[in-house]
């Protein structure tokens, strides 16, 4: 008996990639460009995947709108420049084994809903090992910040899925998982605590061994 098309979703930032070191150097140029104090990294690595009005909303909420314009800028101008002269953010270990499994299903497709730009996700799709494999790609560019469920929501109606499972780092990928009526599965090698995806996930796992059978048992399909 055939199974229903499921969408399995990943965020991208802490989930298929480790940009932190990207993320890190980019905060910290448009701090200092605008005159303003460095938060400690776990702030920052805390607000990961939040749109970047959002983010700054978060970790200096003593600035008003027009001085919060110029840090998404000044950082998006880093970040960008960072691609370019740095070594690319890796592929988490055994991301790209995980992917060509589930791509190889009969009654899955692969979607990404991620806090970036699409012009930050055409520059890592832009990788050949990822190219063609996510039938749908919702950015930060389109919908409100995560944890609002407008762009799980956008990829279920584009993948034709009757089900879906979001796979991400971070508390808001859950909490929009979770609203938009999907299962949901926190890795625990990304920005957010184990203690903090347990309370809001499904499933979690330690590494992507775990998360093709975790994928297929959400249903007690296996």
Same mark, same amino acid.
């Given at each position: 008996m055939s199974r229903p098309r499921t969408l399995v979703l990943f965020d991208v930032d802490g989930t298929l990639i480790d940009s932190q070191s990207h993320i890190l150097g980019a905060m910290e140029f448009a701090f200092k460009a605008r005159g303003l104090l460095l938060?400690?990294?776990?702030?920052i690595l805390a607000i990961v995947g939040l749109s970047l009005s959002e983010a700054f909303a978060?970790?200096?909420?003593?600035t008003d709108?027009?001085?919060?314009? !110029?840090?998404?800028?000044?950082?998006?101008? #880093?970040?960008? #420049? !960072?691609?370019?002269?740095?070594?690319?953010? &890796?592929?988490?270990?055994?991301?790209l084994e995980c992917l060509e499994i589930l791509k190889d299903l009969d009654d899955i497709v692969l979607g990404i809903a991620t806090g970036m730009s699409?012009?930050?996700l055409s520059h890592v799709l832009s990788n050949p090992d990822l190219a063609g494999r996510f039938v749908t790609t919702q950015v930060?560019?389109?919908? &409100?910040?995560?944890?609002?469920?407008?762009?799980?929501?956008? =990829?279920m109606a584009e993948s034709g899925a009757a089900r879906g499972v979001m796979i991400g780092d971070t508390t808001f990928d859950m909490q929009m998982g979770r609203a938009a009526g999907l299962k949901t599965i926190g890795v625990c090698?990304?920005?957010? #605590?184990?203690?903090?995806?347990?309370?809001? =996930?499904?499933?979690?796992?330690?590494?992507?061994?775990?998360?093709?059978?975790?994928?297929?048992?959400?249903?007690?399909e296996i």
């Open positions: 938060p400690p990294a776990s702030e978060q970790l200096c909420p003593e709108a027009q001085e919060r314009g !110029l840090l998404v800028e000044t950082y998006k101008e #880093s970040f960008a #420049s !960072l691609r370019q002269s740095a070594a690319a953010a &890796p592929l988490y270990p055994g991301a699409r012009r930050g930060a560019d389109d919908h &409100p910040s995560k944890p609002h469920p407008s762009m799980v929501l956008q =990829a090698w990304g920005y957010h #605590s184990k203690q903090a995806l347990r309370a809001r =996930a499904d499933r979690t796992v330690a590494d992507y061994a775990q998360l093709v059978p975790e994928v297929q048992n959400l249903w007690g």
